[in-house]
């Protein structure tokens, strides 16, 4: 079965800081992963998404991702840290067995706090 | 990327009642889908719906809890029946556009009193 595992609940940095959040994925064949970002009583935003090409890849924000074969890992990455990034952020694998209906499957999510 | 409208943002109904969620996308889309996040949770996947077909529900979720509506390439409603407090959620309707871009609506938070 397709999943993403957050392994932090929470994950507290200083503004100014680089942040990582982290995800680790199980997936059969070459998964297709994405970051979602949502901030209260608002939806999910999209960051980023892996599908082929490059290992790093680059979204909004600032925000960075780098797809990990060897470690089966996609963390999320920012060089500088915002008070403002402080936020809920879900990664996601899309779900390629389930009758071909591409659905996404989402990792518990990671309370970012970023501090003055 | 595909804008997507939900409605309503939030509402607070009396258990027993029915609420639906509209769903409006600003393109066609063959891929539409239906998602709860329960207070403190991830999200998890109700149905997805193709127009011209039934929806596809997930296992725990079924049809007569969640009736849904998917008339055309643009337009979806989810129901939810027979409220009860255990239902409380926000619900939040995406969409599949090209290349892989999964779009979501800003939520509907529901609360069943």
């Known amino acids: 079965a397709q999943s993403v595992a957050q392994p932090e609940d929470q994950v507290n940095v200083a503004e100014g800081n680089p942040l990582t959040v982290k995800c680790t994925y199980s997936?059969?064949?070459?998964?297709?992963l994405f970051w979602y970002v949502q901030y209260p009583n608002r939806g999910l935003q999209f960051l980023l998404k892996?599908?082929?090409?490059?290992?790093l890849v680059k979204g909004s924000y600032g925000f960075e991702a780098e797809f990990n074969k060897s470690q089966t890992s996609f963390h999320l990455k920012k060089p500088s840290a915002l008070v403002s990034d402080s936020a809920l952020y879900f990664c996601a694998v899309r779900d390629m067995f389930s009758g071909g209906y591409n659905k996404l499957i989402f990792g518990a999510g990671t309370r970012l706090a970023v501090h003055p | 990327s595909a804008v997507i409208s939900q409605k309503p943002s939030r509402d607070i109904c009396q258990r027993g009642t029915s609420l639906t969620i509209q769903c409006q996308v600003d393109?066609?889309?063959?891929?539409m889908f239906w998602y709860r996040q329960q207070p403190g949770q991830s999200l998890t996947l109700i149905a997805t719906a193709n127009q011209g077909s039934e929806a596809t529900y997930e296992s725990g979720f079924v049809i007569d809890k969640f009736p849904i509506s998917r008339p055309n390439l643009t337009f979806s409603t989810l129901t939810v029946s027979n409220m009860s407090p255990e239902d409380s959620s926000i619900y939040l309707c995406?969409?599949?556009?090209?290349?892989?871009?999964?779009?979501f609506g800003s939520g509907t938070r529901l609360t069943v009193v």
């Open positions: 393109s066609q889309v063959t891929m």
């Open positions: 892996y599908i082929t090409g490059d290992n």
């Open positions: 995406s969409v599949l556009a090209e290349n892989y871009g999964y779009t």
């Open positions: 997936v059969s064949g070459n998964p297709y």
